[in-house]
């Protein structure tokens, strides 16, 4: 029988560090993570693959990391929740508005509500309230309703008349 | 300033700076950088991983468990089995009311299994992989028997029983109020009767239950998802034969609770019997699966109702019968009558009830236990009477808003005391009302409803008004014979040599935002700002003796005392500063950090050199004060009712049966509002709930007891698609029964939400003479309905 002690080096920069862990093969991104590596905001809702609570960025695109194994992140950079504020630890536009539109509660999804958002922000121009609905019901929240969520992604995206042309095609490249 | 020497009810503090202002939350920050700690974060060197084998069958007797191939796997340090549990007594929950049978929850089950998805063993090995592993391989063997499923099957009679003790299957049978009333319904224009039922759900909040113990040799320490650390203490210490100063239970943040964590679990007990008897930390992260099967359930009802109107839609009499599906076992430590306790004990809510007469039972079916989730049976009352409204309105011909504006409570009613014995202090039950329908457009309703009828469109428009008790006390649950009365709570509001605060209080937040509430409070009273008040809750070590937070009690009865203990301390304040500015204690004004003679803002002193003298100087104090400042007060209410009225419009595709909200309204009443944007938040999230039990979420059951709905693909919780944006509207009547005159809110949007989504819905199939009677409304049971109704060709597309 194959022991389950084989570990496999594995290399990738976290939060703009490069990072290097021994990892067991079936050990999931999300695991890695917290358990390796010591990065708990990553939190585990449902770790199959609905709630969006471990959503973390990986090569610009927001991935469920409990749907992706450690070691198929070998190479890539990953974004999570503890690289967010700025430089001197203040809060960025994104975690600024999720608290001035009370976007959270218990705070538990709201590590991957960021992650979700922080992508789609950097690649929205001008979208409109529903696509922004759409995009935060990717994940899921059982606290505020989802309101304080979409007005505070919102508040970075959409006109202020609540209209707006969209995801910007070339935002991809 | 002297509140804290009248009773309930008397002067409130009005000097509010903070109180009232949508400030952002002092937690915020920690929590949206990833510093958030929960008890899944918590990692103890030499931690060993829990994972629990759970029964797969619904009911059997337990033949035997055989552990030798798990303790084969790698990494599996133990395997525990109810045997080398032996020495805990298990919980039991107890009520002293006739009509209620006792029934313990043994940690592991012991000899038979009673639900698929209770615990039967635990694996403890390295890592949480190797402990499911090890889970894998253990078999246990069972011997099944018929399960017994649902409270119709247990009303027929004849089914197996879940508990030797009640051979019934009934572990409730109460009548809370009898009353004659044949001659009253005979002599009313019209009796109307209806069944009501309700769904089974689960609160699923998005942390689910977890625990970590660490035993240092004489003193256990159990970090656990939580909202009742005192509670689970109790429990804790009790289950191991220790005293309580030997146990520290902390709640770190807690990712939600809705009431799944209002009660003691067993997993969160035997990692503390565990972390002792193998002297090793030990950790438990529950899976969403097991958060979903095995977790605390709760909500299913059946209501059958007998009501009595005049030709005017006046009530003369209300009767019923509420059945609650409570699941395999009683929690520890409300017990299992607290859903049929509340619903016969409330249901009239908001309207005048002249006549009425109500019984309450509680069944024990194959199925997870239940605890008091977020509404606990107002969410099921409100929907029964609504519908009962609605259907008397259509009988007797009279507009919906009118028969609710003859039945509701007025204000000249004030304080009423209902045919159910319960005293409602001043609500805005009229003028909420009114307030929505104009906010909905309900004047031109019926034009907007032909039109688009007309098109083949169905849209439908639904409101209710309901009552939300909130601060229950001690006399409420004492007059329920609970056997543990969760009524007061405690705070101590101290000041450091710094100047800076410290409250600690008993109850416990979980998404509430206490760190910023009750610094608001307390900011207010001292005359500092909010951001030098820490607030800390949670930890038994830390905090005095306190009940935790569930049934909208933390602002009414915390604040309370965390309000009246700031008022004494601010006393204390007042003295040392006049001591210092040579001026009477009622001449001082604290205020901005400092405390100045009043009308002479010159003659003043900061806080901080009064608090510095306080501990550190202390002869400069006056001679007859104590040293330090550090005041305490706890409160006690009878409770107080906030109110509300939902309304919404929505619309049906005919084709698929599926229900969109275009709008939702609500109009509620909390008296003072401490914190607008925590307020609307807890609004938001509670009617997303409620819609989510009206439209989407039920656990639903095969007839061997096993849970069809196991995964979040299968039990469907909305997502920012389905929940529409909410429109919130507020009145202000202030409590009585509070000292800032807040009363509570946290569950009014999940009692209102389902009845009000149901009456839209039904408002929009009106006219095919569809009922809609029981949630949650599927988009099969609509679609099949009006296929029916309207000879779609091909109705049954859905299935
Ligand atoms: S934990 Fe990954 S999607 Fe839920
Ligand atoms: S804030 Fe609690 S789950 Fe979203």
Known sequence: ?173 | MDDTATPAGGTRWTGNKWVGRPMSRLEDAALLTGRGRYTGDIDVPGTLEAVFVRSTVASGEILGIDTTAALDRPGVQAVVTATDLAATPGLTALLEREGFVTTTMPLLATDGVRYAGEPVAVVLASDRARAEDGAESVVVEIAEKPAVISIDQVREGGAGAVHEEAPDNILLDSTLFSDDLDSVLESSHLVVTKRVDTGRVVALPMEGRSAHAHWDGDRLTLHTSTQVPHMVRSAVAEQMGLMENQVRVVAPDVGGGFGQKCVVAREEVIVAVLARMLDRPVRWVEDRGENIVASFAGHEQVHEMTAGFTAEGVLTALSTDVWCDVGAYSAYPFTCAVEPLMAAGELPGPYRVPRYAARGVAVTTNKSPTAPYRGVSRPQITLAVERLLDEAAARLGIDRAEIRRRNLIRPEDFPYTGANLVTYDAGTYGESLEMCLAELGYDRWPERQERARAEGRLLGLGFVCFSERTGYGTPVFAGRGMAVTPGFDTAVVAMDPTGGVTVTTGVSAHGQGHATTFAQIVADRLGVEPSQVRVIEGDTDAVPFGWGTFGSRSIVIGGSAAHRAAGRLAEKLARLAAHRLEAAPADIVLENGSAHVRGTPARSVSLAAIAHDAHIAVQHLPEDEEPGLEARDSYDPPGTFSNATHGAIVEIDPGTGGVSIERYVVVEDCGVVINPLIVDGQVHGGVAQGIACALYEGLDFDEEGQCRTATLMDYLMPTAMEIPDFELHHLETPSEHSSTGAKGMGEGGTIGAPACVVSAVADAVAHLGIPVDRIPVTPQYLALAIGAATDNPDPGEQT
Do not use: K, W
């Open chain 1, 1 to 173: 029988m194959r022991t389950d002690s084989e570990t496999l080096n594995v290399e990738f920069t976290v939060n703009g560090e490069a990072r290097r862990v021994s990892i067991p093969p079936r050990r999931t991104l999300a695991d890695v993570l917290r358990e390796d590596l010591g990065l708990t905001g990553t939190h585990l809702g449902c770790e199959h693959g609905v709630c969006g609570a471990c959503t973390v960025i990986v090569d610009g695109e927001p991935v469920r990391a409990c749907l992706m194994f450690g070691v198929q992140a070998a190479g890539c950079e990953i974004e999570t929740v503890e690289g967010l504020a700025l430089p001197d630890g203040s809060l960025n536009d994104l975690q600024r508005s999720f608290s001035e539109h009370h976007g959270l509660q218990c705070g538990f999804c709201t590590p991957g509500m960021l992650m979700l958002g922080t992508a789609y922000v950097r690649r929205a121009v001008a979208a409109d309230r529903e696509s922004v609905r759409e995009v935060v019901s990717s994940n899921l929240c059982r606290c505020t309703g989802y309101q304080g969520i979409v007005d505070a992604v919102c508040e970075l995206v959409c006109h202020p008349d609540g209209t707006g042309a969209g995801e910007d095609p070339a935002g991809d490249s």
